[in-house]
Structures are given as C-alpha cells and as structure tokens.
C-alpha cells in the first residue's frame, strides 16, 4: 500500500504561482511513476503532469511552459510548480503514484481556485 498527502492548495490570482506537494508513504519502494491529475466541476479527472523513476517528465499541453513537476527521492515526495496560472487551472488537483507492478493509488485531492 502506499498513502498519498497533498497539500499547497489555495486561491490565487490570475498570473500568480502555487506549488502542490505530494508526500508519499508505506511501500515507497514499489513506486514508478508520481503525477498528477485535476478535475474541474462538471468535468472528468484529466492528466497534468508526471515525473518516472529516471526523472524523465510529461505534461498535458494545457499546462506546458507553465507548470514543472520534481520529484524528492529521500522525502518520496512529488512536487508541481504551477506558474502564470489562470482561471482555467481551477479545479481539485490528485496526486497519482503507479507502482512497479500497476497498482495506482490516489491522494484525497487538494483544492486550488483561479480567480480572474
């Protein structure tokens, strides 16, 4: 099992910047991927970004230029840097861990809102 704690969600103005941490626990070991999805009201849960065990990333093209993920291997902790954001970015952010074998695990959501 691995355990999932975001946090960094907030109300923010249009331009400005937030960062969502995403700390991981349990059996860490069995972790491949860390990312994150979000999902506005009325609308389905839908990918941002991830970082793999290389450091290798993907972005949503919504969000590249904008938003970069890092990943602290001793904390086993996921972080996104969300810059220049706007009202369209509102929405409860996931954090998402895909372990080696498959198994996905979901954080309990962090809610950042974008007011124009």
């Known amino acids: 099992q691995v355990r999932l704690v975001e946090s960094g969600g907030a109300l923010v103005q249009a331009g400005g910047s937030l960062r969502l941490s995403c700390a991981a626990s349990?059996?860490?070991?069995?972790?491949?991927?860390m990312g994150w999805f979000r999902q506005a009201p009325g609308n389905e849960r839908e990918f941002v970004a991830l970082?793999?065990?290389?450091?290798?990333?993907t972005f949503a093209d919504t969000v590249k230029g904008r938003f970069t993920i890092s990943r602290d291997k001793d904390k086993n902790t996921v972080y996104l840097q969300m810059n220049s954001l706007k009202p369209e970015d509102t929405a409860v952010y996931y954090c998402?861990?895909?372990?080696?074998?498959?198994?996905?695990?979901w954080g309990q959501g962090t809610q950042v809102t974008v007011s124009s």
């Open positions: 998402n861990v895909v372990t080696h074998s498959g198994s996905v695990y």
């Open positions: 349990g059996s860490t070991f069995r972790i491949n991927t």
């Open positions: 970082i793999r065990t290389g450091d290798s990333t």
